[in-house]
Every structure is written in structure tokens, then in C-alpha cells.
């Protein structure tokens, strides 16, 4: 059976647009920016939703973590081990998207289509 023969990075704007579709607020640009290109626009929802849902995530922890006996808990294991999640599926999602692949974040890739 043939490997696959590994397809070429993006260059340029395509490829700082699709990085910036996984950093956080910054998902906004390419989203505001590029609404003719649909396969840039796509990564762009799941990255605003992937930040919207690292923010979320993160501040029910924090307030959890409010709490006398959640609170070690809350900030010590889940928390880091949320934010360390949110790193990899954005890494993950960034070197498949520069391969012009798209990698479905568990959950979050179905509200996709309601941005």
C-alpha cells in the first residue's frame, strides 16, 4: 500500500489567515475578513467557537475553584488540563488546516455551521 505523498504547506496570507483562525480572539479576522473563501471561513467559526469555548470553560473553573473544596481541585488538575486541551486541539487543528485538511474538534465541530 502507497504512502500518501504529503501535500505542500500553505504560504502567504492563506497560511498566517489559517493560523490566526486558531489563535484565540484573534479567530475574528480571517472570519470578518475572508467571507468569499468557505474553506478559510470554516476553520475560522471553529476557531472563534474554540475560543469561546476555552473562555467559558476556563471561567466555570475559576469560579469553581471559588469554592472551599473544589478549589485545589478546580486549579491545580482540571483547570491546566482544560487549558493544555484547548492548546493541543488548536495546534492539531492549525497543522491539518495547513494542509488543507480539516480536523473536527470533538463537540465543538457542530456548531459550526450555526456561526
Given at each position: 500500500?502507497p504512502l500518501?505523498?504529503p501535500?505542500?504547506?500553505?504560504?502567504?496570507e492563506?497560511?498566517?489567515?489559517?493560523?490566526l483562525?486558531?489563535a484565540?480572539p484573534?479567530?475574528?479576522?480571517?472570519?470578518?475578513r475572508?467571507?468569499?473563501?468557505?474553506?478559510?471561513?470554516?476553520?475560522?467559526?471553529?476557531?472563534?467557537?474554540?475560543?469561546?469555548?476555552?473562555c467559558?470553560?476556563?471561567?466555570?473553573?475559576?469560579i469553581?475553584?471559588?469554592?472551599?473544596?473544589?478549589?485545589?481541585?478546580?486549579?491545580?488538575?482540571i483547570?491546566?488540563l482544560?487549558?493544555?486541551?484547548?492548546?493541543?486541539m488548536?495546534?492539531?487543528?492549525?497543522l491539518?488546516?495547513?494542509?488543507?485538511?480539516?480536523h473536527?474538534?470533538?463537540?465543538i465541530?457542530?456548531?459550526?455551521?450555526?456561526?
Amino acid at each position: 500500500m502507497p504512502l500518501d505523498v504529503p501535500t505542500p504547506l500553505f504560504v502567504g496570507e492563506r497560511l498566517r489567515d489559517l493560523i490566526l483562525c486558531y489563535a484565540g480572539p484573534w479567530a475574528f479576522v480571517p472570519y470578518l475578513r475572508n467571507r468569499e473563501d468557505t474553506e478559510l471561513l470554516w476553520h475560522a467559526r471553529q476557531g472563534v467557537i474554540l475560543a469561546f469555548a476555552e473562555c467559558v470553560g476556563a471561567l466555570a473553573l475559576v469560579i469553581v475553584g471559588l469554592f472551599p473544596i473544589f478549589g485545589s481541585v478546580s486549579w491545580r488538575v482540571i483547570l491546566p488540563l482544560w487549558l493544555l486541551w484547548c492548546l493541543g486541539m488548536s495546534v492539531t487543528s492549525i497543522l491539518q488546516a495547513t494542509k488543507g485538511k480539516r480536523h473536527r474538534i470533538p463537540v465543538i465541530h457542530q456548531f459550526v455551521d450555526y456561526l
